[in-house]
């Protein structure tokens, strides 16, 4: 079973700066993509940003210049630095990753088997 454990988040002032991490658990064969999404009560999950196994990144344009997004493979960890956070960035922010798990107990039955998990949230407040 893979587990998405967030840390990081709170409150900040305009202008401020936040980080976000995600550590992958479990028995993770490779992370094929990671990222963060986040929601409001008004707006559906969106995509703030992802990055892929070859550590190419992507953006929403809100974020852009201000948000970068990185991955630690060896430990499986995804990171979000926030910088000049706006009040518009105030949401429930979610982890993602989506890649293989190892499956099976015996040389038999082991095989490769695709994952796709969410983390619990971690408020992120922006105040005026």
């Known amino acids: 079973q893979v587990q998405l454990v967030e840390s990081g988040g709170g409150l900040v002032q305009a202008g401020g700066s936040l980080a976000l991490s995600c550590a992958v658990s479990g028995s993770v064969f490779n992370i094929d993509v990671m990222g963060w999404y986040r929601q409001t009560p008004d707006v559906q999950r969106e995509l703030v940003a992802t990055i892929n196994e070859g550590d190419s990144a992507s953006y929403a344009d809100s974020v852009k210049g201000r948000f970068t997004i990185s991955r630690d493979s060896a430990t499986k960890t995804v990171y979000l630095q926030m910088n000049n956070l706006r009040p518009g960035d105030t949401a429930v922010y979610y982890c993602?990753?989506?890649?293989?798990?190892?499956?099976?107990?015996?040389?038999?039955?082991?095989?490769?088997?695709?994952?796709?998990?969410w983390g619990q949230g971690t408020q992120v407040t922006v105040s005026s």
């Open positions: 993602h990753a989506a890649g293989s798990v190892l499956a099976g107990t015996t040389p038999l039955t082991m095989r490769l088997e695709d994952f796709d998990s």
